[in-house]
């Protein structure tokens, strides 16, 4: 499966990981996290993101 969504975190940790490729980003799940962003705009506590991975059964999602 692949899906999208935003990650958010404070401006300057953002910046500090954006684009990064030693980094490799996990949700609690286990899906994979990757920007799909090519440039961060400034200021930005948000970036896209690319999600891949086998999700948890619906039953298993948290609300």
Known sequence: MISS???CMPPDTL???F????LHLLTDDGLRL???EKHLPAASDAA???VAG???PQSE???
């Open 48 to 50: 896209h993101a690319d």
């Open 5 to 7: 969504g935003e990650i």
């Open 15 to 17: 910046r500090q990981v």
């Open 34 to 36: 990757r920007f799909s």
């Open 61 to 63: 999602w948290r609300h």
């Open 19 to 22: 684009g990064r490729e030693d």
């Open 54 to 56: 086998n999700p948890p």
